[in-house]
């Protein structure tokens, strides 16, 4: 079973405009998420983190909001930039295992149009 | 500072063959952990090693297996290749244990299994 959801495929947004991208989690024992972005034919690149104590985290255009009641994440990205275009994952740790695991959401294909 | 270091970045084998990949992390990090990566499944977790020791196993068979050396370097093996084992495998590393050193990606191996 999936238990990080990106359940957008695909956003299209147009410089200098916000993008919101969304994740969903089922395991009550994540305690700390990240997010990531890939371009093609390179690695996951860090992004930004939070942590379930908080519900917000903020590092310059990014911005990670967390609703634990919801179990819901999203990160906002403020204004958006042509160089913004890759694919965002979500992930998780659950603190009851190892924070060496990262459990992925299947990515959202961000494009942002100039 | 240099990032993380995969190699080969690409290999072509046959079905039944073995293989291993290599990995190295950035300069004093301790923590490797290896995903796949295929179309289908996303992002998955093998496994994890820290201080030579393996510290937590995704649900793979056991035809993947992984060591780590005293120098921080990792590789993964995978035995008795299939067809489904076609897939860009990546390396991740980090300083420490916490959640909040979070994982950097090297750009993968990608294998592909004829």
């Known amino acids: 079973d999936q238990q990080v959801k990106q359940n957008s495929p695909s956003l299209s947004v147009q410089e200098g405009r916000i993008s919101i991208l969304n994740c969903d989690y089922t395991?009550?024992?994540?305690?700390?998420f990240l997010w990531y972005k890939k371009y093609p034919a390179e690695g996951p690149t860090f992004l930004i983190s939070?942590?379930?104590?908080?519900d917000k985290n903020e590092d310059g255009r990014f911005t990670v909001f967390l609703n634990k009641s919801a179990k819901h994440l999203s990160l906002h990205i403020v204004p958006s930039q042509p160089g913004d275009s890759a694919v965002y994952f979500c992930?998780?740790?659950?603190?009851?295992?190892?924070?060496?695991?990262?459990?992925f959401g299947q990515g959202t294909i961000l494009t942002v149009h100039p | 500072k240099a990032g993380v270091t995969q190699t080969p970045r690409y290999l072509i084998k046959t079905r039944g063959q073995q293989v291993t990949l290599s990995c190295s992390p950035i300069?004093?990090?301790?923590?490797v952990s290896w995903y796949q990566q295929t179309p289908g499944q996303g992002l998955q977790f093998l496994f994890e090693?820290?201080?030579?020791?393996?510290?937590n196993k995704g649900n793979f068979p056991g035809r993947f297996s992984g060591r780590q050396f005293s120098n921080s370097r990792s590789e993964m093996n995978v035995s008795t290749l299939e067809l489904g084992d076609s897939a860009l495998y990546l390396c991740?590393?980090?300083?420490?244990?916490?959640?909040?050193?979070?994982?950097?990606f090297g750009d993968g191996t990608r294998l592909s299994i004829l």
């Open positions: 991740a590393s980090r300083a420490g244990t916490s959640p909040n050193q979070p994982q950097h």
């Open positions: 395991n009550s024992m994540f305690d700390y």
């Open positions: 939070i942590s379930s104590i908080k």
């Open positions: 992930a998780a740790y659950d603190g009851g295992t190892s924070y060496g695991k990262l459990t």
């Open positions: 300069s004093g990090h301790r923590s």
């Open positions: 090693y820290f201080s030579e020791t393996q510290r």
